[in-house]
């Protein structure tokens, strides 16, 4: 029901700054909560960043903090991540997620891949030393 569309990927130097934008167009948008995960090659796919329903509550991987910031609104059914201070070990394929369950899931939860119900395509981040 719900195809979250990924953009704003692309090619950036170590140190640099790149903006990810995230549509995920529903009815229901508003009390989705929402993540990005990303995968590098020969790697596990892990948290980046998530977001619950209301935009209070966040939760960041521990390779990311203090760099990414995790944002949306409702108004434009559209979740951002804001990343700065780039390396190369950020280079990866950064996928958005949605999850439409009728509880809201813990924060913790937020972190779990499998709490997601939709996930894009995939947008590929490359970052050069």
């Known amino acids: 029901q719900v195809q979250p569309v990924e953009a704003g990927g692309g090619s950036v130097q170590a140190g640099g700054s790149l903006r990810l934008s995230c549509v995920a167009s529903s009815l229901k948008f508003s009390s989705f909560a929402m993540g990005w995960f990303r995968q590098a090659p020969g790697k596990e796919r892990e948290l980046v960043a998530a977001?619950?329903?209301?935009?209070?509550?966040?939760l960041y991987g521990d390779s990311v903090k203090g760099r990414f910031t995790i944002s949306r609104d409702n108004v434009k059914n559209t979740v951002y991540l804001e990343m700065h201070s780039l390396k190369p070990e950020d280079t990866a394929i950064y996928y958005c997620?949605?999850?439409?369950?009728?509880?809201?899931?813990?924060?913790?939860?937020?972190?779990?891949?499998?709490?997601?119900?939709?996930w894009g395509q995939g947008t590929q981040v490359t970052v050069s030393s």
């Open positions: 997620a949605a999850e439409d369950k009728p509880r809201p899931p813990d924060v913790q939860a937020l972190g779990l891949m499998d709490t997601y119900d939709y």
């Open positions: 977001i619950d329903w209301s935009g209070r509550s966040t």
